[in-house]
């Protein structure tokens, strides 16, 4: 029994931080905004800062891992199965949205100006990204159902021990000719 140890960590640094970006998303709509509705603002803009501050670590590092885990896993599987007609441009798609993600995640963590002026629209801003991994979520899963068959062994070329010219070019001397 062959098991592919590198597979499977790709694997695990692809899902556990995608749950970690989905599952806080989803806890940010529906609990952290919803509970501060109702503080004082000085209150309100100290714990949003302290929530911001951590977030942002466990987004950013997730973000990596997720990139460089994605890019493995797909080029692995690219190599390895002759994949269905959709399924790179189903990818690109995908990959797209994730980008977006990222995006906005970054701007709803960030403390630039321009990221200033989102987080004052946070509850829209918060439901885009969920709205996006949700549909990132789901082309996952029709891309891990995608049919694949193991890609057929290429044959090495054979080789006659002689020396072969390339076009246009001209040998000086033949190795194989006996000598004179």
Same mark, same amino acid.
């Given at each position: ?22 599952? !806080?998303?989803?806890?940010?709509? =529906? +609990? ?6 109702? &503080?004082?603002?000085?209150? =309100?803009?100290?714990? +949003?800062?302290?929530?911001? *501050?951590?977030?942002? #670590?466990?987004? !950013?590092? /997730?973000? @990596? ?17 002759? &994949? ?7 990818? @690109?798609? #995908? %990959?797209?949205? *994730? ?5 906005? @995640?970054?701007?709803?963590? @960030?403390?630039? $100006?321009?990221? =200033? =002026? ?5 509850? %829209?801003? +918060? ?13 996952? !899963? +029709? ?7 193991? #890609?057929?062994?290429?044959? $090495? ?6 020396? $072969?010219?390339?076009? !246009? /070019?001209?040998?000086? %001397?033949? *190795? ?5």
């Amino acid at each position: 029994m062959d098991i592919n140890f590198v597979g499977i960590v790709l694997r695990w640094l692809h899902i556990l931080p995608a749950a970690l970006i989905i599952g !806080g998303t989803i806890y940010i709509l =529906r +609990v952290v905004l919803p509970s501060l509705d109702g &503080l004082p603002d000085d209150t =309100r803009r100290q714990l +949003v800062e302290a929530m911001r *501050a951590r977030w942002a #670590k466990l987004f !950013g590092v /997730s973000v @990596g891992l997720l990139l460089i885990s994605g890019i493995s896993n797909v080029m692995s599987i690219s190599r390895q199965y002759d &994949l269905p007609a959709y399924y790179h441009p189903l990818f @690109g798609i #995908k %990959f797209l949205l *994730a980008l977006a993600v990222f995006y906005l @995640g970054s701007m709803l963590s @960030g403390r630039s $100006e321009s990221a =200033r =002026r989102m987080q004052q629209n946070s509850r %829209f801003w +918060v439901s885009v990204t969920a709205a996006l991994i949700l549909a990132v979520v789901l082309i996952s !899963g +029709v891309l891990r159902m995608a049919e694949r068959s193991p #890609k057929a062994e290429q044959p $090495e070329p054979e080789t006659t021990g002689q020396l $072969e010219a390339a076009p !246009g /070019s001209q040998i000086l %001397f033949d *190795a194989t000719a006996p000598a004179a």
